[in-house]
């Protein structure tokens, strides 16, 4: 799912773009994607865009009519810029303008991709409420993700709380805190909020920074969870690059949680649901533990 640092380059690569533009002419591919009928698409071509906006993890093309589109690219939701007149045949949608054309695509069939058109008056009804982890103070970010009593991945996860953060980037962050993601926000001591909520503006600037000067001016096109200069996120398995502990993971249903014991949770191992099952009380509690059952002539795996 594209993050806070991805849906910021879209944002910036389309202000480059289509900011000041005429949007000429808009198509759709799939009956699936607008998820609105008030008002209706036709009504923002002809107009011109005056201003690009992220809302949460949406893009949102503020039109001159005070009409918006908004793109709510869920998990494999992508936007791409193409020469004018370009569709494509994974294209859900086309946006052409006069230097280009805006194509919005999904991988796979699920369908949770969205495009909403709304009035500007409307706008705030698409943001789920959670504050802005990059101009949050350390007050209103500890208060955020102690509203409620849930796993800091959760919380830092729930845009209730917080804007703009998923999967990768929580796992990220918290590796950075040297936190473990099931802590809950409840026992949450002040100098641990203190040092998630700088890890926090660390990481997301540290990966936008990156990002933007990858790109060198282009759009965005090879949008990815997975990177390869990531500690944890996408890389069970493989070593932290802090202290060399093999990468664990908690898997629930389609999500899944990278951290490392040494780093995170003081040597102690998570369950992972699907393993600890079969493995019942064979399940090793610290990663001594498990990294001796994986030596060769240990009886490990």
Known sequence: MPELPDVT???EALRARVLGKQLQAAALSSPFLLRTVDPPLKDVVGHDVVDVRRVGKRVALVMDDDVCVVFHLMIAGRLHWKKRGTRGRAALAAFDFPDGTLTFT???SKHRAALHVVRLSALS???AGG???LTATRAEFAAALRRENHTLKRSLTDPRFLAGIGNAYSDEILHRAKLSPVLLTSRMTDEEAARLHAATREVLVEF???MRAELKGAFPEKVTAFREDFATHGK????CPVCGTTIQRIVKGENESNYCPRCQTGGKMLADRALSKLLHDDWPKTIDE???RKMPGQGGA
């Open 106 to 108: 999904e991988a796979g």
């Open 125 to 127: 009804s698409l943001d």
């Open 9 to 11: 380059l879209y944002v």
């Open 131 to 133: 504050i802005e982890p």
């Open 290 to 292: 498990w990294e001796q």
């Open 236 to 239: 069970f398995g493989k070593p």
């Open 208 to 210: 936008t920074d990156k």
